[in-house]
């Protein structure tokens, strides 16, 4: 996530863009907004800041006290729609349009197959458990114990690198893959303490916080536990959600964009499920709207859709995509006036 979460890679896209259309771009720093003007239209872009409060994470277009992050600026403000903001809704629409989706179940099922916990709502990671072994019963565990009340279910547990694709208007532009992150056996030190090496801690420790618990069912589902020695040259995964490297990010102002080392199978499945979900989506909102996707790609070059977010990150490598859509610029023909599109914020 470093290129994209380094701020000044933002300002470098948006000057890229304005020296190559000479275009006029300035920030209000009173409200944080950029109004970007193209001979003569004109458009406003809203900062979206990541806000961290005692409820857990949030996006918001006011710079807050509370705001931890900046993540980009978009043609409107922060907005929600169906298959983002349920899980479940989500997967039945994947389903029924014959896309790749893990299966689901209700949490006190009978499940045959290896699976984690998830709750229809939430985001960032923090609403899923697990991952258990199949016949584990999960009505035993505190997290299905205190949320039941809240819809939590079952979902079938794919092992294999982490996906994450953003699209503007139903177009992908940005795709990270990420493997677990591991660690390697030496025959002398607990996985405990090659975890430590890993984060640069040198008390040989994990750290007790909000990450060790999925530390420990991960490690749990290889019938491992953090006392263990690993013997020298086995592997064991440590992780299994999106982003989490527990490894310094380094900062970088180069794009960390994937799509081209993907396979011809992996872009097909990729743009398949993003103009199935532009097309949705067109039929409630007006305009052109960025989204990303999670997933997880299996040894066999399948891609198995999680969840949707309607209001991500934006990746600086999506302003050129973004403002010549709201522009109707041709990039082939750079030099043509804009089309009928109206002036003004959208």
Known sequence: ????????????????????????????????QVNVQWRDVRFNLHPQFLNTTDDGLNYSSVLSPAATGFIGWLPYRPIQWPYSSNKLDFKRFLGEQGMKAPAIWPADARIDQDYVLKLPAGSFGQTVFGPYRQGFDARTLPEHLNRAGDGIFAEQFIAGRNVKVWYWGGVPFHFHVHPYPSVQGDGMRSIEEL????????????????????????????????????????????????????????????????????????????????????????????????????????????????????????????????????????????????????????
């Open 1 to 32: 996530m470093s290129y994209i979460a380094v701020t000044l890679n933002h300002f470098r896209a948006l000057q890229d863009w304005a020296i190559k259309y000479q275009a006029d771009v300035r920030l209000d720093m009173t409200t944080f």
């Open 195 to 346: 975890i430590s090496r890993r984060l640069g801690r040198l008390d040989g420790l994990v750290p007790e916080n909000q990450d060790k618990p999925w530390i420990v069912s991960s490690l749990a589902y290889q019938g491992l536990g953090l006392p263990d020695i690993l013997p020298e040259g086995r592997e064991a995964w440590i992780e299994y959600r999106y982003g989490r490297r527990y490894a310094p990010d380094p900062m970088q102002p180069q794009s960390d964009d994937m799509m081209a080392k993907l396979s011809a199978s992996a872009l097909e499945q990729v743009a398949a499920v993003g103009a199935l979900l532009h097309d949705e989506l067109v039929k409630t909102l007006r305009v052109p709207v960025l989204f990303a996707l999670d997933a997880v790609l299996d040894s066999e070059d399948q891609i198995w859709w999680l969840e949707a977010n309607s209001n991500p990150i934006l990746p600086p490598s999506g302003y050129p995509l973004i403002l010549s859509t709201l522009f109707e610029i041709d990039e082939a023909q750079s030099d043509a006036p804009p089309r009928h599109l109206a002036a003004g914020t959208v």
